[in-house]
C-alpha cells in the first residue's frame, strides 16, 4: 500500500527585512530596505503510513507550522519533494483538499455572529456532501463532542474552550483522510486539552484518518503520539519513539530521597535540585547513578530512595538548547 | 453548478449575520442621506451661480449623484466588506483556512461578508434618480434603460475587477492595511461628471482607477447622451479586466504560497 | 504643571517613528486631501469660465490660488481622532492612556503633527502637481500674510478642540459614525471647502461667518490671498479667539464628564 506523506530533502527558505530601532535608521529604510535570508526549514526527510498519528515538536520557529503548511498545500516547497495521498499539496487540487483538514489553534473558521450550525452548512456546501452524508455526520460528532447544546449559539457567545469542539467538528465533517492540526490546545485549559486528546485519538481508531499534530505542550505529544519527530533550526533531530527520544537524550537520571534532616550538604553526590525537610532531590549523570546510589546508601541512612528520568520537558529544553548533540 | 449553491449559501448566512438589522439600516439612511443631502447641496450652490456645468443641467447632475449612491451601495454590501476581511485573512492567518477548502478561493473571499443594510443607500441612489428623470426635460424611453442597465452591469465588473486588484494587491504589500482606500478615494470624483476635469485626471479615473465607467457612463445613458461607441469601449473593458483581474489573483496566490516562479 | 511641555519631544519622536512606519497608509489617506480641492477648484473654474471668466469674484486662476492654499491649510488643520476613539475604548487601550500623569490631548497633538510632517512628502508634490495644472493668480498682501501665520495656528488648536471634544461623543454612543456626518456636512459647506463662502446664498454666508468652521480653514485661506480688508481680518480674529475660548471651556467640561462616566461605567 503506498505511503500516504512522503518528503524529501524537503527545504523552505524566506527573506524578511531588517531594521533597526531610531530615528535615523527609520528614515534609512524608507529608501534602503535591508533584508536577510531565513531558511525555515533546511531539509527535512521523513514519511508516513495511512492512519499514523504523528507529533512535530519544536520550538517556536523551529519549522514545524512551515512544514506542516507545506504538507497542506499552503506552502510551495523552495526545494525537494512532498507527496500526500498521491497529490502535491502545492498544486492544491479540488480532489486533494477534499480529503484534508487544516485545525490551527486559536483561529477560527467559524463565522463569527452566527449559530454553529449555520457555519457547518457552509462547510457542507463547500465539500459538497450529500444532505443524508451531512445529517449523519453531525450527529456522530455531536455525540463525540457533545456539542448537542450548542449548535444554536452564535460563536461569538461561547467559551474558547466550547469554541474549539466546534471548530473541530467543523473540521472533521466532510471525513477527511488527513488531519493537519497546528497548535490545536493551544490557550485551552487542561480539562478540555484533555477531552480534545482522546477526542482525536478515539477519531483515529475509527476511522484510520492520518493525524499529524504540531505543538510545544509535551503533554499533547506524550498523550497521542506514538510517533514523535523533533524539529530545531529546521532540521530533524529525532524521528521515533517518545521512550527512544528519551533514552537517547537524557544523559541524567533524577534521584528523590528521603533522609534525616541533619544528613548535611548532599552536593558531594550530585547537583540538589531542591532539599525540603528530608526530601532531597538530586541530578545525577546516567553512567554515574549506580555509583552514586551505592555511595548514598553506604553514607545516610536513606528511608527511601527513587531514580527517575527527568521530566521530558527538560530533556527537550536541553536537546533545544543544545546542551547535548 | 456548485458556483450558484456556494453564492446561495453565503447571501443566506450574510443574511442570518448582523442581528440588529433594523438599527443599522436606519443609521445607515441617516447617514448616506446625510452624505446625499451634502452632494446635492454642492450642486445647488453650483448652480446658484451658473446654469450648465460642463454642458450638464442641473437634473442630470442629480442623476449622476443617483448612480453615484447605487454603485457605492451596491460595492459595500458584499464585495468591500468581504475583500477587506479577506485582507485582514492575509495578515492574521485566517486566509490559510480558505486555501484548504476545495473550492475558488477568489469566490470564497469575495462573497465572506454581507452587509445587507447597505440596500438603503441604493434605495436612496435610486430615489434621486427617480427625481432627477422626472425632472429632466428629456424622455427616458425603453432604450435608454437598456442602455442604462448595459451600463451599469459592465460598470459593476469593471469595479468589481479593479478591487479584486487592489486586494490582490494584499499579496505583496501586506503591510498596507488601507489599499482598498484607494478606490474609495478616487471615487469622490465620481460625484461630478469626469468630462470637465483635465485630461490627464480624466485619463486616470478611466483606466486606471475605472470610476468613469462606473457612475458617468450609466448617468450618461440615462439622460440619452451615451454612444453605442462607449458602450463597447466598457464592454470590452470589462472583458478585458475581467481576464486580467483573474490573472493577477492567481499569480498573487503563488506569491503567497511562495512559489518562485 | 509644565510637565505637558517636557513630554513632548518625546512623544514627538515615538509618534514620528510610526508615522515612518505606515508611510504607505498614510500616503494612500492623502489621495482624497489632495483630490478634494483639485475637485471644486475644477468645479468652479469651469463654472467662471462659462461665465465669461469669473464669477462671484473670483477667476479660474484665482480659484486655483485659493484652492491650492486650501489644500495646505486643511492639511495643516484636519484631524482623524474622531474615527479612532471609540476604537480605543473598545480595545482598552484608553484606560492606559487615563492612567498617564498627562492629559491624553498631548499624545495626540503630537501623533497628529508627525504625520502631518511625514505626509508633507506626498502632499508637497500634490500642490505643486495643482500649481503647474492649473497655473495660480497669486497676489500676497504684506500684513494679511504676516495675520495668516498666527491665524493658522489658532485655527488648526481650534479645529483639534472641536474634533477632539466630538470624539468624546464614543462615551456615549457606539453610533458615533452618524454624529461624524453631520458634522462632516457642516464642515463642507461652512468652512469654505465647497466653496468660497462668499458663493454661498447669502444667507448661509452669514451663518458660516459667525460659526467657528469658517474660521478654521476658509478664513486663514482668503487671509493668505490678502482678500481681506483689514476690518474684516479683525473682526475675524476676534471671532476665532472667542471660539477658541468657547471651546477650551467645552472640551475640559465635557472630558471630566466623559472621565467620569467611563470610569463608573467600565468600557
Same mark, same amino acid.
Given at each position: 500500500?503506498?505511503?500516504?506523506i512522503?518528503?524529501?530533502?524537503?527545504?523552505?527558505?524566506?527573506?524578511?527585512?531588517?531594521?533597526?530601532? &531610531?530615528?535615523?535608521?527609520?528614515?534609512?529604510?524608507?529608501?534602503?530596505?535591508?533584508?536577510?535570508?531565513?531558511?525555515?526549514?533546511?531539509?527535512?526527510?521523513?514519511?508516513?503510513?495511512? &492512519?499514523?498519528?504523528?507529533?512535530?515538536? &519544536?520550538?517556536?520557529?523551529?519549522?514545524?507550522?512551515?512544514? /506542516?503548511?507545506?504538507?497542506?498545500? /499552503?506552502?510551495?516547497?523552495?526545494?525537494?519533494?512532498v507527496?500526500? /495521498?498521491?497529490?502535491?499539496?502545492?498544486?492544491?487540487?479540488?480532489?486533494?483538499?477534499?480529503?484534508?483538514?487544516?485545525?490551527?489553534?486559536?483561529?477560527?473558521?467559524?463565522?463569527?455572529?452566527?449559530?454553529?450550525?449555520?457555519?457547518?452548512?457552509?462547510?457542507?456546501?463547500?465539500?459538497?456532501?450529500?444532505?443524508?452524508?451531512?445529517r449523519?455526520?453531525?450527529?456522530?460528532?455531536?455525540?463525540?463532542l457533545?456539542?448537542?447544546?450548542?449548535?444554536?449559539?452564535?460563536?461569538r457567545n461561547?467559551?474558547?474552550?466550547?469554541?474549539?469542539?466546534?471548530?473541530?467538528?467543523?473540521? /472533521?465533517?466532510?471525513?477527511?483522510?488527513?488531519?493537519?492540526?497546528d497548535?490545536?490546545?493551544?490557550?485551552?485549559?487542561?480539562?478540555?486539552?484533555?477531552?480534545?486528546?482522546?477526542?482525536?485519538?478515539?477519531?483515529?481508531?475509527?476511522?484510520?484518518?492520518?493525524?499529524?499534530?504540531?505543538?510545544?505542550?509535551?503533554?499533547?505529544?506524550?498523550?497521542?503520539?506514538?510517533?514523535?519527530?523533533?524539529?530545531?533550526?529546521?532540521?530533524?533531530?529525532?524521528?521515533?519513539k517518545? +521512550?527512544?527520544?528519551?533514552?537517547?537524550?537524557? +544523559?541524567?537520571?533524577?534521584?528523590?530521597?528521603?533522609?534525616?534532616?541533619?544528613?548535611?550538604?548532599?552536593?558531594?553526590?550530585?547537583?540538589?535540585?531542591?532539599?525540603?525537610? &528530608?526530601?532531597?532531590?538530586?541530578?545525577?549523570?546516567?553512567?554515574?547513578t549506580?555509583?552514586?546510589?551505592?555511595?548514598?546508601?553506604?553514607?545516610?541512612?536513606?528511608?527511601?530512595?527513587?531514580? +527517575?528520568?527527568?521530566?521530558?520537558?527538560?530533556?527537550?529544553?536541553q536537546?533545544?538548547s543544545g546542551?547535548?548533540? | 453548478m456548485?458556483?450558484?449553491?456556494?453564492?446561495?449559501?453565503?447571501?443566506?448566512?450574510?443574511?442570518? #449575520?448582523?442581528?440588529?438589522?433594523?438599527?443599522?439600516?436606519?443609521?445607515?439612511?441617516?447617514?448616506?442621506?446625510?452624505?446625499?443631502?451634502?452632494?446635492?447641496?454642492?450642486?445647488?450652490?453650483?448652480?446658484?451661480?451658473?446654469?450648465?456645468?460642463?454642458?450638464?443641467?442641473?437634473?442630470?447632475?442629480?442623476?449622476?449623484?443617483?448612480?453615484?449612491?447605487?454603485?457605492?451601495g451596491?460595492?459595500?454590501?458584499?464585495?468591500?466588506?468581504?475583500?477587506?476581511?479577506?485582507?485582514?485573512g492575509?495578515?492574521?492567518?485566517?486566509?490559510?483556512?480558505?486555501?484548504?477548502?476545495?473550492?475558488?478561493?477568489?469566490?470564497?473571499?469575495?462573497?465572506?461578508?454581507?452587509?445587507?443594510?447597505?440596500?438603503?443607500?441604493?434605495?436612496?441612489?435610486?430615489?434621486?434618480?427617480?427625481?432627477?428623470?422626472?425632472?429632466?426635460?428629456?424622455?427616458?424611453?425603453?432604450?435608454?434603460?437598456?442602455?442604462?442597465?448595459?451600463?451599469?452591469?459592465?460598470?459593476?465588473?469593471?469595479?468589481?475587477s479593479?478591487?479584486?486588484?487592489?486586494?490582490t494587491?494584499?499579496?505583496?504589500?501586506?503591510?498596507?492595511?488601507?489599499?482598498?482606500?484607494?478606490?474609495?478615494?478616487?471615487?469622490?470624483?465620481?460625484?461630478?461628471?469626469?468630462?470637465?476635469?483635465p485630461?490627464?485626471?480624466?485619463?486616470?479615473?478611466?483606466?486606471?482607477?475605472?470610476?468613469?465607467?462606473?457612475?458617468?457612463?450609466?448617468?450618461?445613458?440615462?439622460?440619452?447622451?451615451?454612444?453605442? #461607441?462607449?458602450?463597447? #469601449?466598457?464592454?470590452?473593458?470589462?472583458?478585458?479586466?475581467?481576464?486580467?483581474?483573474?490573472?493577477?489573483?492567481?499569480?498573487?496566490?503563488?506569491?503567497?504560497?511562495?512559489?518562485?516562479s | 504643571?509644565r510637565s505637558?511641555?517636557?513630554?513632548?519631544?518625546?512623544?514627538?519622536?515615538?509618534?514620528?517613528?510610526?508615522s515612518?512606519?505606515?508611510?504607505?497608509?498614510?500616503?494612500?489617506? @492623502?489621495?482624497?486631501?489632495?483630490?478634494?480641492?483639485?475637485?471644486?477648484?475644477?468645479?468652479?473654474?469651469?463654472?467662471?469660465?462659462?461665465?465669461?471668466?469669473?464669477?462671484?469674484?473670483?477667476?479660474?486662476?484665482?480659484?486655483? *490660488?485659493?484652492?491650492?492654499?486650501?489644500?495646505?491649510?486643511?492639511?495643516?488643520?484636519?484631524?482623524?481622532? @474622531?474615527?479612532?476613539?471609540?476604537?480605543?475604548?473598545?480595545?482598552?487601550?484608553?484606560?492606559? *492612556?487615563?492612567?498617564?500623569?498627562?492629559?491624553?490631548?498631548?499624545?495626540?497633538?503630537?501623533?497628529?503633527?508627525?504625520?502631518?510632517?511625514?505626509?508633507?512628502?506626498?502632499?508637497?508634490?500634490?500642490?505643486?502637481?495643482?500649481?503647474?495644472?492649473?497655473?495660480?493668480?497669486?497676489?500676497?498682501?504684506?500684513?494679511?500674510? *504676516?495675520?495668516?501665520?498666527?491665524?493658522?495656528f489658532?485655527?488648526?488648536?481650534?479645529?483639534?478642540l472641536?474634533?477632539?471634544?466630538?470624539?468624546?461623543?464614543?462615551?456615549?454612543?457606539?453610533?458615533?459614525?452618524? @454624529?461624524?456626518?453631520?458634522?462632516?456636512?457642516?464642515? @463642507?459647506?461652512?468652512?469654505?471647502?465647497?466653496?468660497?463662502i462668499?458663493l454661498?446664498?447669502?444667507?448661509?454666508?452669514?451663518?458660516?461667518?459667525?460659526?467657528?468652521?469658517?474660521?478654521?480653514?476658509?478664513?486663514?485661506?482668503?487671509?493668505?490671498?490678502?482678500?481681506l480688508?483689514?476690518?474684516?481680518?479683525?473682526?475675524?480674529?476676534?471671532?476665532?479667539?472667542?471660539?477658541?475660548a468657547?471651546?477650551?471651556?467645552?472640551?475640559s467640561?465635557?472630558?471630566?464628564?466623559?472621565?467620569?462616566?467611563?470610569?463608573?461605567?467600565?468600557?
Amino acid at each position: 500500500m503506498p505511503r500516504a506523506i512522503t518528503l524529501e530533502n524537503l527545504a523552505k527558505s524566506y527573506v524578511v527585512p531588517v531594521r533597526e530601532a &531610531g530615528v535615523r535608521a527609520g528614515v534609512v529604510s524608507l529608501f534602503k530596505r535591508k533584508t536577510r535570508k531565513v531558511e525555515a526549514v533546511k531539509e527535512v526527510s521523513l514519511s508516513l503510513e495511512a &492512519g499514523e498519528i504523528v507529533g512535530f515538536l &519544536g520550538p517556536n520557529g523551529a519549522g514545524k507550522t512551515t512544514t /506542516l503548511k507545506m504538507l497542506s498545500g /499552503l506552502l510551495h516547497p523552495s526545494a525537494g519533494s512532498v507527496t500526500v /495521498l498521491g497529490h502535491e499539496p502545492w498544486r492544491r487540487e479540488n480532489e486533494f483538499l477534499r480529503q484534508i483538514t487544516l485545525v490551527m489553534g486559536q483561529r477560527n473558521q467559524l463565522i463569527w455572529d452566527i449559530p454553529v450550525l449555520d457555519s457547518f452548512d457552509r462547510n457542507r456546501v463547500i465539500y459538497r456532501l450529500s444532505r443524508a452524508e451531512y445529517r449523519e455526520r453531525v450527529d456522530d460528532l455531536t455525540d463525540l463532542l457533545e456539542l448537542g447544546h450548542l449548535l444554536n449559539k452564535p460563536v461569538r457567545n461561547l467559551s474558547l474552550g466550547e469554541r474549539m469542539k466546534c471548530e473541530v467538528a467543523a473540521a /472533521l465533517l466532510h471525513h477527511p483522510r488527513i488531519l493537519f492540526l497546528d497548535e490545536p490546545t493551544l490557550g485551552l485549559d487542561v480539562s478540555m486539552q484533555r477531552r480534545l486528546r482522546s477526542f482525536i485519538a478515539r477519531y483515529n481508531k475509527n476511522t484510520g484518518a492520518s493525524v499529524l499534530l504540531t505543538s510545544h505542550y509535551m503533554a499533547d505529544v506524550e498523550a497521542l503520539c506514538p510517533r514523535v519527530v523533533v524539529i530545531h533550526h529546521g532540521e530533524i533531530l529525532f524521528d521515533g519513539k517518545l +521512550a527512544e527520544l528519551i533514552k537517547r537524550f537524557s +544523559a541524567q537520571k533524577t534521584l528523590v530521597l528521603e533522609v534525616d534532616e541533619d544528613s548535611g550538604d548532599l552536593s558531594r553526590f550530585g547537583e540538589v535540585v531542591s532539599s525540603e525537610g &528530608g526530601r532531597v532531590t538530586l541530578r545525577v549523570p546516567k553512567r554515574d547513578t549506580a555509583e552514586v546510589t551505592a555511595r548514598i546508601l553506604r553514607e545516610l541512612t536513606v528511608h527511601d530512595l527513587n531514580v +527517575a528520568d527527568p521530566p521530558i520537558e527538560e530533556i527537550i529544553d536541553q536537546v533545544f538548547s543544545g546542551r547535548m548533540s | 453548478m456548485n458556483t450558484l449553491r456556494l453564492l446561495g449559501v453565503f447571501l443566506r448566512i450574510g443574511l442570518l #449575520g448582523e442581528t440588529q438589522y433594523r438599527a443599522n439600516f436606519v443609521i445607515q439612511l441617516f447617514e448616506t442621506g446625510l452624505s446625499m443631502a451634502t452632494a446635492l447641496g454642492a450642486v445647488w450652490v453650483v448652480f446658484s451661480q451658473t446654469e450648465t456645468l460642463g454642458g450638464w443641467r442641473s437634473a442630470e447632475l442629480t442623476a449622476l449623484i443617483g448612480v453615484y449612491f447605487i454603485v457605492l451601495g451596491a460595492i459595500n454590501v458584499v464585495v468591500a466588506p468581504s475583500l477587506q476581511k479577506f485582507m485582514e485573512g492575509i495578515v492574521n492567518g485566517n486566509f490559510d483556512y480558505t486555501l484548504t477548502k476545495p473550492a475558488d478561493a477568489q469566490l470564497l473571499a469575495s462573497l465572506s461578508e454581507v452587509r445587507i443594510w447597505r440596500l438603503a443607500d441604493v434605495g436612496l441612489g435610486f430615489a434621486a434618480l427617480g427625481i432627477a428623470i422626472v425632472r429632466q426635460s428629456a424622455e427616458v424611453g425603453w432604450g435608454d434603460a437598456a442602455k442604462f442597465s448595459l451600463a451599469l452591469f459592465t460598470g459593476g465588473v469593471v469595479v468589481y475587477s479593479f478591487w479584486i486588484m487592489l486586494a490582490t494587491l494584499a499579496f505583496w504589500f501586506i503591510r498596507v492595511e488601507n489599499i482598498l482606500q484607494i478606490f474609495w478615494a478616487m471615487y469622490t470624483a465620481a460625484r461630478w461628471p469626469v468630462g470637465i476635469y483635465p485630461g490627464w485626471l480624466k485619463w486616470t479615473l478611466t483606466v486606471i482607477v475605472p470610476v468613469a465607467f462606473a457612475v458617468t457612463v450609466p448617468a450618461e445613458a440615462v439622460s440619452g447622451r451615451v454612444s453605442n #461607441g462607449t458602450l463597447l #469601449g466598457a464592454a470590452v473593458l470589462a472583458v478585458l479586466l475581467a481576464a486580467f483581474s483573474r490573472w493577477f489573483w492567481k499569480t498573487g496566490i503563488k506569491r503567497y504560497a511562495g512559489a518562485s516562479s | 504643571m509644565r510637565s505637558w511641555l517636557q513630554v513632548y519631544p518625546a512623544f514627538l519622536r515615538t509618534a514620528l517613528l510610526s508615522s515612518i512606519q505606515y508611510r504607505a497608509s498614510g500616503a494612500i489617506w @492623502m489621495i482624497g486631501s489632495i483630490l478634494e480641492p483639485l475637485i471644486y477648484l475644477t468645479v468652479w473654474s469651469t463654472v467662471a469660465r462659462s461665465q465669461g471668466g469669473e464669477v462671484g469674484g473670483y477667476t479660474a486662476q484665482e480659484f486655483a *490660488a485659493y484652492y491650492a492654499i486650501l489644500l495646505l491649510v486643511n492639511h495643516l488643520t484636519f484631524t482623524w481622532i @474622531m474615527h479612532e476613539f471609540q476604537y480605543r475604548i473598545q480595545y482598552g487601550s484608553l484606560s492606559f *492612556a487615563l492612567l498617564r500623569p498627562v492629559h491624553p490631548i498631548h499624545a495626540d497633538i503630537a501623533e497628529n503633527i508627525a504625520f502631518k510632517a511625514v505626509q508633507l512628502v506626498v502632499i508637497l508634490p500634490g500642490l505643486i502637481l495643482l500649481c503647474v495644472a492649473f497655473r495660480p493668480h497669486f497676489e500676497p498682501v504684506g500684513w494679511s500674510l *504676516a495675520l495668516f501665520v498666527p491665524v493658522l495656528f489658532f485655527g488648526f488648536l481650534l479645529r483639534f478642540l472641536i474634533e477632539w471634544t466630538l470624539a468624546l461623543g464614543a462615551f456615549w454612543t457606539t453610533r458615533v459614525t452618524a @454624529m461624524n456626518q453631520i458634522y462632516f456636512s457642516l464642515l @463642507m459647506f461652512l468652512s469654505g471647502r465647497v466653496a468660497p463662502i462668499s458663493l454661498l446664498p447669502l444667507w448661509v454666508s452669514d451663518i458660516a461667518q459667525n460659526l467657528p468652521f469658517y474660521y478654521a480653514i476658509g478664513f486663514p485661506v482668503e487671509l493668505a490671498l490678502g482678500r481681506l480688508s483689514p476690518e474684516a481680518a479683525m473682526r475675524g480674529v476676534l471671532i476665532q479667539l472667542v471660539w477658541l475660548a468657547v471651546s477650551g471651556v467645552g472640551i475640559s467640561l465635557i472630558w471630566r464628564r466623559a472621565t467620569k462616566r467611563f470610569t463608573a461605567v467600565g468600557s
